[in-house]
């Protein structure tokens, strides 16, 4: 009996381990809020959605430890205006203009520091 017990708790501990972390939706005014997840808990992505259901305003996306890797913005499902997106050291400015990439800019990090007197 302890062994079907054991096996029992050992089956059911897997299979929580390895559920699948469901997206929230959360009505906000005229739009939905969409917040997806990594298995870890911690926050992929969030955004809204219009009454369409299309991607509609800021969107921003994290890695699995939590720091921000990208922010933008969706205007009925089209990528508008500037998106910046993270890469250690580096930030990338991309503007997209009719959900295509108009200019790429890449701002390094350095050690620079400017004083005025």
């Known amino acids: 009996m302890k062994k ?6 050992v ?3 897997v299979s929580v381990y ?4 469901k997206p929230n939706f959360e009505k906000k005014g ?7 997840y990594y298995d870890n808990g ?34 009925k499902g089209v990528k508008t205006g500037k998106w910046f997106f993270w890469k250690k050291d580096e ?3 991309v503007d997209y203009a009719n959900n295509q990439i108009a200019d790429v800019t890449n701002w390094q990090s350095s050690n620079t520091i400017a004083v005025s007197e």
């Not at 079907?4 to 708790?9: K, L």
């Not at 005229?30 to 997806?36: D, L, N, R």
């Open 30 to 36: 005229e739009v939905i809020k969409g917040t997806y």
């Open 18 to 21: 390895a559920q699948e972390v």
């Open 11 to 13: 089956i059911l501990g």
């Open 42 to 75: 911690e926050v992929k992505q969030e955004g809204t959605y219009n009454k369409e259901g299309k991607l509609h305003g800021e969107w921003i996306m994290y890695n699995a430890e939590g720091d921000k890797t990208a922010i933008g913005n969706y205007e």
């Open 91 to 93: 930030l990338v400015e």
């Open 4 to 9: 079907i017990v054991f096996m029992a708790m």
